[in-house]
């Protein structure tokens, strides 16, 4: 047993890491309301960097370790020595994750593309090793806790400077992200053609265009779309490479829906809440409801289809077997859960910062329903697969026909929707104008 958990220990914390990234929620949102207080700005930073310490994230993993190491290490080998040495090198490497938690959400505020860069980097070098059968995250892991087990203290030095490097680097990034001052550029005025927003291109483009502009300007939505292209890179090819874990076909159901939707399922959710503080702007120009909902319908069938391009590569060469698979979820995708997203987005009633940095950590505009709407999203194929996996094709073909109804039905959905819009528009209007602090 002991053998066994220090060779896939690295990988263990790895996961758990992913799963503090998602749900941790950044230091610099919960430091905003003391900035004005007559405390330092250093000695403020540190105080919440030493809280955050306070996490389930961190108390957990001991639910499991402190038992192991009495049942395993601590009564034979290596004995009280080793094991002490072992359960303080997990310590440190819970802290490092932590304070590496808070150093990536610095750098995504501070410089998005050097933080996507990063993860890409990162996530390739895991999906290689799997891929060439090398192994090294594995090797590395059982050498760090073995020696660990023989008491190295040379390694367990290493491991306490690379968790305070990294605590003070974080520190300084957080205080600097908060210093600074929202820079405008100054750009010089010149009379240009408005080539793209034609009005001969019709509203529906028209409205299509400015949605893709305000995603790209602004951080919030943009941080959306940048760790969706992540998500559909990186964290698939990890499941892919992780073959026997997804060998149920019901289980391998998550991949198809994350794979081409992850990000309609994200960005979907607030599609109206993104326009909150215009929002009353639209519902006093001369833009026709229908056409509004058709463009947002459009543009969240379209994500489909270009995340499915931009995640097939990792199909064709790590898993072929589930090209089938992930055939079939580009429809279902682009037809039900376009359409399931779109029903939750005419019913945002909150304000968002579209300005504000965050991601998929900050919460602002979230509801308990948007938590539970991926149950009947998700929970519908992954039965069908389940109950027919001995006849896979009936299910994918069952599946991927529900898919292609429902987009030759678009256009229903869109004058559906529209009602709906119509109906709630003054409720969402009203919404969106209370500031929340």
Same mark, same amino acid.
């Given at each position: 047993p002991i053998g066994f958990i220090n060779r896939y220990l690295l990988e263990i914390f790895i996961g758990l890491f992913s799963l503090r990234f998602f749900l941790q929620q950044g230091q610099k949102?919960?430091?905003?309301?003391?900035?004005? +207080?007559?405390?330092?700005?250093?000695?403020?930073?540190?105080?919440?960097?030493?809280?955050?310490?306070?996490?389930f994230h961190n108390i957990i993993p001991y639910l499991f370790f402190i038992p192991f190491s009495?049942?395993? +290490?601590?009564?034979?080998?290596?004995?009280?020595?080793?094991?002490?040495f072992w359960l303080a090198g997990i310590t440190l490497i819970l802290l490092i994750s932590h304070y590496t938690n808070n150093l990536l959400r610095a750098i995504l505020?501070?410089?998005?593309?050097?933080?996507?860069?990063?993860?890409?980097?990162?996530?390739?070098?895991? /999906?290689?090793?799997? /891929?060439?059968?090398?192994?090294?995250?594995q090797l590395f892991s059982e050498i760090l806790f073995e020696e660990l087990l023989r008491q190295n203290l040379i390694l367990l030095g290493l491991l306490l400077s690379l968790a305070v490097s990294i605590v003070l680097y974080s520190s300084a990034l957080i205080q600097q992200n908060l210093l600074a001052s929202p820079v405008v550029a100054q750009h010089?005025?010149?009379?240009?053609?408005?080539?793209?927003?034609?009005?001969?291109?019709?509203?529906?483009?028209?409205?299509?265009?400015?949605?893709l502009k305000m995603i790209w300007?602004?951080?919030?939505?943009?941080?959306?779309?940048?760790?969706?292209?992540?998500?559909?890179?990186?964290?698939?090819?990890?499941?892919?490479?992780?073959?026997? /874990?997804?060998?149920?076909?019901?289980?391998?159901?998550?991949?198809?829906?994350f794979a081409s939707g992850t990000f309609a399922l994200n960005y979907g959710q607030l599609m109206f809440s993104w326009?909150?503080?215009?929002?009353?702007?639209?519902?006093?120009?001369?833009?026709?409801?229908?056409?509004?909902i058709l463009a947002k319908l459009m543009l969240l069938q379209g994500s489909c289809l270009v995340f499915f391009l931009i995640s097939l590569p990792l199909f064709i060469f790590l898993s072929p077997n589930l090209l089938l698979l992930h055939v079939t979820f580009l429809f279902y995708n682009a037809g039900v859960t376009s359409v399931l997203m779109l029903a939750l987005a005419v019913r945002n009633q909150r304000r968002v910062n579209i300005a504000r940095s965050g991601s998929f950590f900050n919460y602002e505009g979230f509801s308990a329903m948007h938590w539970l709407w991926i149950l009947p999203t998700i929970t519908p194929p992954a039965i069908l697969l389940y109950f027919l996996e001995n006849i896979t094709?009936?299910?994918?073909?069952?599946?991927?026909?529900?898919? /292609?109804?429902?987009?030759?039905?678009s256009k229903r959905w869109s004058l559906f929707f529209t009602e709906q819009l119509l109906d709630k528009k003054y409720v969402m209007a009203s919404g969106f104008r209370q500031y929340e602090s």
């Amino acid at each position: 047993p002991i053998g066994f958990i220090n060779r896939y220990l690295l990988e263990i914390f790895i996961g758990l890491f992913s799963l503090r990234f998602f749900l941790q929620q950044g230091q610099k949102l919960k430091m905003q309301p003391y900035l004005h +207080l007559p405390i330092s700005l250093k000695r403020l930073v540190y105080f919440f960097q030493a809280f955050s310490l306070l996490s389930f994230h961190n108390i957990i993993p001991y639910l499991f370790f402190i038992p192991f190491s009495i049942r395993y +290490l601590w009564q034979g080998y290596p004995g009280p020595g080793g094991a002490m040495f072992w359960l303080a090198g997990i310590t440190l490497i819970l802290l490092i994750s932590h304070y590496t938690n808070n150093l990536l959400r610095a750098i995504l505020t501070k410089n998005t593309w050097f933080y996507v860069l990063t993860i890409s980097v990162f996530a390739s070098l895991l /999906v290689l090793d799997q /891929v060439i059968n090398t192994q090294y995250l594995q090797l590395f892991s059982e050498i760090l806790f073995e020696e660990l087990l023989r008491q190295n203290l040379i390694l367990l030095g290493l491991l306490l400077s690379l968790a305070v490097s990294i605590v003070l680097y974080s520190s300084a990034l957080i205080q600097q992200n908060l210093l600074a001052s929202p820079v405008v550029a100054q750009h010089q005025r010149t009379q240009r053609t408005n080539i793209i927003f034609a009005p001969e291109r019709g509203q529906v483009l028209n409205l299509i265009l400015l949605e893709l502009k305000m995603i790209w300007r602004n951080k919030r939505p943009k941080h959306y779309f940048l760790l969706s292209v992540v998500f559909a890179v990186a964290y698939i090819a990890l499941m892919l490479t992780e073959s026997q /874990v997804f060998s149920s076909r019901a289980i391998s159901a998550i991949i198809g829906i994350f794979a081409s939707g992850t990000f309609a399922l994200n960005y979907g959710q607030l599609m109206f809440s993104w326009e909150s503080t215009y929002f009353d702007g639209f519902l006093a120009r001369n833009i026709r409801p229908e056409e509004l909902i058709l463009a947002k319908l459009m543009l969240l069938q379209g994500s489909c289809l270009v995340f499915f391009l931009i995640s097939l590569p990792l199909f064709i060469f790590l898993s072929p077997n589930l090209l089938l698979l992930h055939v079939t979820f580009l429809f279902y995708n682009a037809g039900v859960t376009s359409v399931l997203m779109l029903a939750l987005a005419v019913r945002n009633q909150r304000r968002v910062n579209i300005a504000r940095s965050g991601s998929f950590f900050n919460y602002e505009g979230f509801s308990a329903m948007h938590w539970l709407w991926i149950l009947p999203t998700i929970t519908p194929p992954a039965i069908l697969l389940y109950f027919l996996e001995n006849i896979t094709w009936t299910a994918l073909l069952f599946i991927g026909g529900i898919g /292609v109804t429902s987009l030759v039905l678009s256009k229903r959905w869109s004058l559906f929707f529209t009602e709906q819009l119509l109906d709630k528009k003054y409720v969402m209007a009203s919404g969106f104008r209370q500031y929340e602090s």
